[in-house]
């Protein structure tokens, strides 16, 4: 009976010493609880947020850079490239000089020997006016062994001139025909 009495008490007048229950008292904490937890991952993806920002603007600073630098080197391969044609021209150019120069060569060469057996011509027509047939014969072997009287012109300078080569034959004629 006293179980009974109990539960007629609880239910019939209300204990004053007992405080109404409220429904919120015991869900408050667990409330702030998962605010916490949500400010807590809040802050953590602002923090991740502001971490991969910084990352992403090192690597981009990095990118930059790099395109940068890729830029210089693709100049200086075309300033290379342009300085391997200018050299390539010069190279040419230079080839072209020396065949020039070995042209201007050959031909200063043969304008000498022209000169060497002109003046060689000249000699015999001295010699032979002096009558010094053996100084004749001697300047007439030196020119056929050096080739002079091959290098001797058949055009006269000028009309009713004798050429230098026809001259040089005369004379020879001549030497040879007082030898006899």
Do not use: W
Not at 10 to 16: D, F, I, K, L, T
């Amino acid at each position: 009976m006293m179980k009974l009495e109990k539960r007629s008490d609880g239910q019939g007048e209300p204990n004053p010493d007992r405080q109404p229950e409220t429904a919120p008292t015991g869900k408050k904490p667990v409330v702030v609880y998962i605010m916490i937890l949500f400010i807590a991952a809040f802050l953590l993806m602002a923090l991740s947020f502001f971490m991969h920002q910084r990352s992403n603007t090192e690597a981009l600073g990095e990118l930059q850079h790099s395109v940068t630098a890729m830029q210089e080197v693709q100049a200086t391969q075309e300033k290379i490239i342009e300085l391997q044609e200018e050299l390539a021209q010069v190279q040419e150019d230079q080839q072209d000089l020396k065949e020039t120069e070995q042209d201007l060569q050959q031909e200063l060469d043969d304008a000498q020997a022209r000169e060497q057996a002109l003046l060689s011509l000249y000699t015999l027509q001295q010699q032979y006016a002096a009558g010094d047939l053996e100084a004749c014969r001697a300047t007439i072997g030196e020119m056929e062994s050096a080739g002079y009287d091959r290098l001797l012109s058949n055009e006269a300078p000028e009309e009713g001139v004798t050429s230098p080569a026809q001259r040089f034959e005369e004379l020879r004629q001549a030497v040879e025909g007082q030898a006899g």
